[in-house]
């Protein structure tokens, strides 16, 4: 079984991230054949800073490898630096409907909250299939909000083995019930783009403004409060173990939960599960030589597999003669 996602370097990379993919990334490192990558040519559509680009797709290998992805048991690599893919993009678009991108809300949603709506925003998605078909992936873990992107990726393969003959692996996507959408501290979906995030790596002071900036009700503690409408209940969700869970949930509904006293025990969960990976991270980025080395090995290993498809792709449109 193929396993692939990938995450794009535009900002720190927060527990939506964790929770949707990166955690499931690698939970599967010793059951599959998983492939990793950072997504530099997708940031592109809205990071137009060289600085900001290469040094985040540089922080995001390194977040990923301290909170535990073992670069020896999945392929880890970045997106451009194996350049077939945009070829493999190229012959996708030529066969991609409009009316199918135009459905497409992530680009709408984007557009919306003012990122410039160019070309390369609008074929995201197209890049995205690429990216999928051409590692022949069976399933892709994401958040919901890729749900629509997915959907494109098996749209675009079936209609290729329809015209070009059996060709591309139809993947499936592999989003998880609890934690498809994370709430941000506003309770809206958490998102870079919303300025709503709790970063993985952020800590001590500023992490304790994020976690207290957590948005509540005003109904006083003795009263009963419903977990269902309430993020920071959420949140806690992801962090605290089923026993006290429970707990949490009686305080809930029968009174008595304080907002400002669990907002405190989330900041220590927090602490507690993502301390260690802090250290971690610090030591790769100290050392960005070795980090390019693991990256650059990655890349060798997906391109090797790239270039199968892509071959037997050139054949089957008529690119080879
Ligand atoms: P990106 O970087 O925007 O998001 C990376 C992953 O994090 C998930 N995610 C969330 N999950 C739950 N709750 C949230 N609040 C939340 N916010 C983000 C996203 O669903 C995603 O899984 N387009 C992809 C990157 C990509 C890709 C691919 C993924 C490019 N090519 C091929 C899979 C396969 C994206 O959303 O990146």
Same mark, same amino acid.
């Given at each position: ?75 880890? *690599? ?11 993009? *190229? ?143 959420? +949140? ?10 429970? !707990? ?20 220590? +969960? ?18 960005? !030589? ?28 008529? +690119?080879?003669?």
């Amino acid at each position: 079984m193929k396993i692939l996602s990938g995450i794009q370097p535009s900002g720190q990379l927060h527990i939506g991230n964790y929770f949707g993919m990166m955690q499931t990334m690698i939970s599967n490192m010793e059951s599959s054949e998983l492939y990793v990558f950072i997504v530099d040519l997708h940031a592109l559509t809205s990071v137009h800073d060289r600085e900001k680009l290469a040094t985040g797709t540089l922080e995001a290998a390194a977040d990923f490898l301290a909170l535990g992805l073992d670069p020896d048991k999945c392929i880890f *690599w970045v997106q451009s630096d194996v350049p077939e893919v945009c070829e493999l993009m *190229w012959a996708l678009s030529t066969i991609s409907p409009m009316g199918l991108l135009e459905r497409c809300h992530s680009y709408k949603d984007k557009v919306a909250k003012g990122i410039a709506p160019s070309h390369g925003l609008f074929s995201y998605p197209v890049l995205m299939a690429a990216d999928i078909l051409l590692y022949q992936a069976d399933r892709v873990p994401v958040g919901k909000d890729q749900k629509q992107h997915l959907e494109v990726a098996r749209d675009l393969a079936i209609k290729f083995n329809n015209q070009y003959g059996e060709t591309f692996v139809v993947p499936e996507p592999a989003i998880s019930e609890t934690t498809a959408i994370v709430p941000g501290i506003d309770g809206q979906k958490m998102s870079k783009s919303y300025g709503n995030t709790i970063p993985i790596f952020l800590e001590g002071k500023q992490l304790k403004k994020r976690v207290m900036a957590i948005e509540t009700d005003a109904t006083p503690v003795e009263m009963p409060k419903d977990p269902d409408n309430c993020n920071l209940y959420k +949140l806690m969700q992801l962090f605290a173990d089923k026993e006290r869970m429970e !707990q949490i949930h009686s305080l809930y509904v029968n009174g008595g939960a304080a907002y400002g006293y669990l907002k405190l025990e989330l900041l220590d +969960l927090l602490n507690e599960k993502f301390g260690k990976a802090r250290e971690k991270k610090k030591e790769y980025l100290s050392d960005p !030589q070795m980090l390019r080395a693991i990256l650059a090995k990655g890349a060798d290993k997906a391109r090797e597999k790239a270039t199968v498809t892509l071959d037997l792709v050139r054949d089957r449109i008529g +690119l080879s003669y």
